[in-house]
């Protein structure tokens, strides 16, 4: 059999890891085809008539037990097939689990959860691993497959836990059928000896077994395509318009003015006008740079979405358009709009031109899992997805005080100039913005409805049976905090924003390097987030990068780094979290941008301006012909799409990212709303930057909405009401009580701003 010809079936059970075992195999066999269902996509007989279309099949890792039918699907019937229809299987994790019970095997509890923790694996030296040395290897599970008594399965590894007095099985062959599978995971990132060397092995016993039967493949045709679709990678796109080559350029004025900060170039603007939009994505705090502030105008695209919905809103001015998506989605319907508005003539440099500008919620993430999202309850819901398009806009540099004026609208050489005098003229002033923050709540009349933390804990034991059993590696459990103003001092006015004195005092109490001020009406949302969620460089040839933080220790005087490296790196729990969070982040890059995805630093301390955080950087690459100028990938759709399958962030939810959505849906008593998605830009230019939106605090005001809005505005114009959401990963190695104050320390980061006493969090 040519290997050009070998066709290989990646059984998905709704796994997060499952892009980076196709990565794998194709390292293994580069000319493969390998075609990704999910385990419920087809019966079991209907999965039957295709096999003969495959040179083998892999059985991959996912949530639960193959003692319950629905987590396994039809892969579980692959093992026990008429001698006629055998085909070479490799399992993985619960693919291991699936064979042992088709067999007489017996699924049990491991003692000890191993949920990305490292084993070291001892192995017969034959088989699936011929050749292959020491065996290092990440493990991700809670059960394990007893194989007392059983003549037709033989041990190929194993490894020892509960201080070495319990055997667990890491890898077995079936005795007279072409069937080997691993219990460990041979695609995580730390895995050695046992990844790509194990797989090529797998391959070289297929290829032997299929040419020893002289068993050759269905020619692929119509009928197969239209089952299995194109094979990873995939690049396509959703359907847009034509590429529109009638690009704007970009108008660029640059002035060393380094006496103007971010908050007095806002209050030169329309940032103290309440009733108005306003943008501004900040670098607060090193490893920040550069802050962008969207200078809008009266007639400024506005999108707004809500899940569920089969339409969007496009709101300019006065104006407000009710949009039907028809047969598209929100998602390709940006990318549409992105595409008319590809712009040209930037500083390299800069890293936004103009584009959309705001926040993408939780649920809209949710969405994408095709997860129903149920009913909304009596509060009003803030937009899922809420955009406004800027075309003015002003850069600060905060490495050499440079501040750059831009325009993407045609002949705008008069406002650059306007907007120049305003600058040198406020420069000249050299005043320092005030903050009257510090006592807008001091001053109100405030009421602070924390999670109960009984409640909580409580909820974190839940999460840990959920894990013991199988149905997730990591849970991210979070809860909201609401807090309610009264007879506040000064009402919101087109000369006065609580909300922007809110933010000032944010900035001071908890700088960031991915800070945010976002009016965008109904939805003020107040950000000091500490993490990037992922940034896709200017095309052609993007570079996609996310830096996911997991452990958190902060600074004070004797937490050096030596000490924080001992607090995180030392840690197993901290570096379990990340190695979960970093494999769940290859798969979504695996997912979109193929094969080129590295790792390019795992679980390295990282010192910011108040604590010292663990954090790694994966990225992932396409050739320059894929985004090449004269393709409709050209304006960052690529990254867009990225986006879309990668939400909600793994950080905030754990994996598998599906499962454990399912979970948490059921453990936490609201939507998360803004809380846990993301906020950031998409650029003209192709680029864009998202962060998380934690650490954080929003509100809602139905006051300004558009015509659309079915909301009554509030009686009270001296009153808010702001949501703060926090939460922490769970995992097997969790305290309950530890994760309630971790919780608490997070929340109190933004509930200062409101005048909360620090001892009363405790």
Not at 731 to 760: C, H, N, Q
Request: hydrophobic letters at 35%.
């Amino acid at each position: 059999m040519s290997p050009a010809t070998e066709r290989v079936l990646l059984v998905d059970s709704y796994d997060s890891f499952t892009f980076n075992l196709a990565a794998l195999c194709r390292r293994a066999v580069p000319d493969c085809s390998i075609h990704i269902i999910k385990n419920d996509q087809l019966t079991f007989v209907d999965l039957l008539s295709y096999t003969d279309y495959f040179s083998a099949i892999i059985v991959g890792p996912g949530p639960g037990s193959p003692d319950i039918p629905e987590d396994i699907g039809a892969a579980n019937h692959l093992w026990t097939v008429d001698n006629t229809r055998l085909v070479p299987i490799f399992g993985v994790c619960l693919g291991l689990q699936s064979l042992a019970t088709q067999y007489g095997g017996r699924i049990k509890r491991l003692p000890v959860v191993k949920h990305g923790q490292v084993s070291v694996v001892e192995h017969t030296g034959g088989d699936i691993f011929k050749g292959v040395g020491v065996v290092k290897a990440v493990r991700y599970h809670s059960l394990h497959a007893d194989l007392t008594g059983n003549e037709d399965l033989e041990e190929l590894a194993w490894t020892f836990d509960n201080d070495e007095n319990t055997r667990i099985v890491m890898a077995l062959k079936h005795s007279k059928r072409p069937f080997w599978a691993v219990q460990y995971h041979p695609e995580s990132v730390l895995t050695e000896g046992g990844g790509i060397e194990v797989m090529f092995n797998f391959w070289c016993l297929a290829r032997s077994w299929n040419a020893a039967r002289d068993r050759s493949l269905l020619p692929w045709d119509g009928k197969a395509s239209a089952v299995f679709g194109s094979p990873w990678p995939n690049l396509l796109l959703p359907s847009i318009s034509k590429y529109c080559t009638d690009s704007r350029t970009v108008l660029t004025t640059p002035l060393h003015l380094p006496d103007l900060n971010a908050v007095t170039i806002c209050e030169l603007f329309d940032v103290a006008n309440d009733k108005s939009p306003f943008v501004m994505l900040e670098s607060a705090a090193a490893p920040g740079r550069y802050t962008i502030i969207g200078c809008l105008h009266t007639t400024s695209p506005h999108i707004t979405y809500s899940v569920g919905n089969d339409f969007l809103h496009l709101q300019q001015g006065e104006s407000c358009a009710r949009i039907p998506l028809g047969s598209r989605d929100v998602w390709s319907w940006v990318s549409a709009f992105m595409n008319q508005r590809k712009a040209s003539g930037g500083l390299p440099n800069l890293p936004f031109w103009g584009g959309l500008v705001g926040y993408l919620s939780y649920e809209i993430g949710v969405e994408s899992l095709s997860i129903p999202i149920t009913a909304p309850g009596e509060r009003p819901r803030h937009p899922d997805m809420n955009l406004v398009f800027v075309e003015r806009s002003i850069i600060l540099d905060s490495n050499d005080g440079t501040v750059y004026l831009q325009s993407i609208l045609e002949g705008d050489q008069e406002w650059l100039a306007d907007t120049t005098e305003l600058l040198r003229s406020a420069a000249q002033r050299h005043s320092t913005p005030t903050t009257n923050g510090t006592h807008s709540s001091t001053d109100a009349q405030t009421s602070f409805f924390l999670p109960d933390g009984e409640t909580y804990k409580s909820r974190v034991s839940i999460c840990q049976e959920h894990l013991y059993a199988g149905e997730s590696y990591e849970l991210c459990l979070t809860a909201p905090t609401r807090i309610t103003l009264r007879d506040l001092p000064w009402a919101a006015s087109e000369t006065q924003s609580p909300s922007w004195e809110r933010y000032k005092l944010l900035r001071e109490l908890n700088p960031a390097p991915h800070a945010g001020y976002l009016r965008l009406h109904p939805t003020t949302l107040v950000a000091s987030s500490p993490e990037r969620f992922l940034s896709f460089s200017r095309p052609p040839g993007a570079t996609f990068q996310l830096r996911p933080i997991k452990g958190t220790v902060r600074k004070g005087p004797d937490i050096t780094r030596a000490v924080a490296e001992k607090e995180l790196r030392g840690s197993p729990k901290e570096v379990a979290e990340n190695l979960m969070i970093v494999d769940l982040i290859r798969h979504d890059l695996h997912a979109v941008v193929g094969q080129d995805v590295d790792v390019k630093q795992f679980c390295t301390v990282e010192e910011y301006s108040t604590v010292w955080q663990l954090v790694s950087v994966i990225e992932g690459k396409v050739g320059d012909t894929v985004d090449a100028p004269d393709s409709h990938r050209a304006n960052g759709a690529l990254g867009w799409e990225l986006l879309r399958r990668s939400l909600p962030p793994g950080s905030m939810t754990g994996a598998p990212k599906k499962r454990s959505v399912e979970i948490l849906r059921t453990l936490e008593d609201s939507e998360r709303n803004v809380y846990s998605g993301a906020f950031g830009y998409w650029c003209v230019s192709g680029a864009g930057d998202w962060s998380v939106t934690i650490r954080s605090c929003f509100k809602y005001d139905g006051r300004y909405s558009c015509k659309h809005s079915t909301e009554a505005p509030p009686s009270d114009d001296r009153a808010e009401e702001w949501v703060i959401g926090a939460g922490g990963a769970i995992t097997a190695l969790s305290d309950p009580e530890k994760e309630w104050e971790e919780m608490l320390i997070k929340l109190r980061s933004v509930l200062r701003v409101f005048g909360y006493p620090a001892s009363r969090a405790n």
